[in-house]
């Protein structure tokens, strides 16, 4: 399973577009990229998966670059209810993805 | 549709009991997880089933942890003795498909003093 690096955290505003960075170098072709969102006393929740180009839901926005070596989550308009911890990770969805490998996440403040 | 459940929120228990933590899972999913965190670290992976099966159990740290999933239903994840090292978090998640986004639990905290 390819290795991610994101920023530790992160500031912003309400209403302001939040845009969190994932690094994964070493991603595989078969690799797809996945998004989960923390709350504080919850488990994950999933908010968004891509394999290539952008993908768009009613929670955010996933753009890829062609060479697939990073992504960027796209939270719009954020509010304070945003503020978690956000996960990025990539994995093979055709063999076997059956384990999720978590890294240290991005801490999100949304500040009024 | 009902969320995946995990009971207890909390648990305290002291250094060499008995803990049963218990998940069930969004009905007619047949994957279902354990992931934990333990304090100061990232969640981790512990044993995937599908149905009763088990079919990945590589990251349960140690023989004190017992896992079931009797009749493909709910699971209990035992641990026996309970050392301070296995305070933490524990979550479930269960998937219909083996390869999309998972639903996690709120998670069970336990603390062993």
């Known amino acids: 399973l390819a290795k991610t690096t994101q920023p530790i955290s992160m500031d912003s505003y309400e209403g302001q577009e939040v845009n969190i960075t994932c690094s994964h170098n070493n991603i595989a072709t078969n690799d797809y990229i996945t998004w989960y969102q923390q709350f504080p006393s919850q488990g994950p929740r999933f908010i968004i998966q891509?394999?290539?180009t952008k993908v768009t839901n009613e929670v955010a926005s996933l753009f890829i670059p062609a060479d697939r070596k990073s992504s960027t989550l796209s939270l719009p308009r954020v509010s304070l209810s945003d503020t978690a911890v956000y996960y990025c990770l990539v994995g093979d969805m055709g063999g076997g993805y059956n384990k999720l490998i978590f890294g240290a996440g991005t801490r999100l403040a949304v500040h009024p | 549709e009902a969320g995946v459940t995990q009971f207890p929120s909390h648990s305290v228990i002291e250094k060499g009991q008995t803990v049963t933590l218990r998940c069930d899972p969004i009905?007619?999913?047949?994957?279902l997880y354990w992931y934990r965190r333990v304090m100061g670290k990232e969640i981790k992976f512990l044993l995937h089933f599908v149905k009763e099966s088990k079919q990945d159990e590589s990251g349960m740290p140690n023989n004190r942890f017992l896992a079931e999933r009797t009749g493909g239903t709910y699971s209990t994840l035992k641990v026996q003795p309970a050392e301070l090292e296995d305070s933490g978090v524990y979550f479930c998640?269960?998937?219909?498909?083996?390869?999309?986004?998972?639903?996690f639990g709120s998670g069970t905290r336990l603390t062993v003093v």
């Open positions: 009905s007619g999913h047949d994957n």
């Open positions: 891509g394999y290539k």
């Open positions: 998640a269960s998937s219909q498909e083996l390869n999309y986004g998972y639903t």
